[in-house]
């Protein structure tokens, strides 16, 4: 089973910041957490991750709580195109390869 | 650079007959997913191959299915005497092999059993 919870749905207006939260209360100190998107047709594509410290690319912000028991994906101006679901993941490096993915967020972005 | 190759994109087959599906990792990536989509649903692992160890075939859901890969390089996912269920999306995904790297996906095989 997964290990996060997510909304189910949330909507954004266009130009609009993002933010998208995950639950991980049950996290133990070496799992990172990863975050992806699904848009409609294509595979799942990666955004970005991390283990304790906030992180920043050039698709997103991603800020993990001092006990990171939760984290929040931020999409700083989002676009008609950031319309997918997002994928919140909690993986350890020691524990394979698969990732186990839950339901996700779906996400609007309305114009 | 380019990113995980799989193909076909499409396959259509009738009930009972053989099908292979083949992914092309993004090259110096030595680990290898595969991951089954059904319609509306999440993502199911299937089995993964880590450099020259043993692959992890834990999420293959009958002898129906096996897979191969060839050194660190392409991987063929095959499914024997196909049955309606096996209609999904099979995403392949790849990464290095060390440490927190993220997997990267294709854009999956679309599998259709009549």
């Known amino acids: 089973d997964a290990k996060t919870t997510q909304p189910t749905s949330m909507d954004c207006a266009e130009g609009r910041a993002a933010n998208l939260p995950c639950n991980h209360s049950t996290i133990s100190g070496n799992e990172y957490v990863y975050w992806y998107r699904q848009i409609h047709s294509q595979g799942p594509q990666y955004i970005i991750h991390g283990l304790k410290n906030n992180e920043t690319n050039e698709m997103a912000s991603l800020i993990i709580t001092e006990d990171r028991k939760s984290s929040t994906l931020i999409l700083p101006h989002a676009t008609l195109r950031d319309t997918a679901v997002y994928y919140c993941i909690v993986r350890g490096n020691n524990q394979g390869g698969k990732l186990i993915f839950g339901q996700g967020t779906e996400l609007s972005v309305k114009p | 650079g380019a990113g995980v190759s799989q193909s076909p994109s499409n396959k259509v087959t009738e009930k009972g007959k053989d099908v292979e599906l083949r992914c092309d990792p993004i090259s110096g990536h030595t680990a290898l997913y595969w991951y089954r989509q059904r319609l509306g649903q999440g993502l199911e692992f299937l089995i993964y191959?880590?450099?020259?160890?043993?692959?992890?075939k834990s999420g293959l859901p009958s002898d129906r299915f096996s897979a191969e890969r060839t050194g660190e390089s392409v991987s063929t996912l095959t499914i024997q005497r196909t049955q309606q269920e096996d209609s999904a999306v099979y995403l392949c995904?790849?990464?290095?092999?060390?440490?927190?790297?993220?997997?990267?996906f294709g854009d999956g095989t679309r599998l259709s059993i009549l």
């Open positions: 191959f880590q450099g020259n160890s043993a692959p992890d």
């Open positions: 995904a790849s990464s290095y092999l060390y440490g927190n790297q993220p997997q990267h």
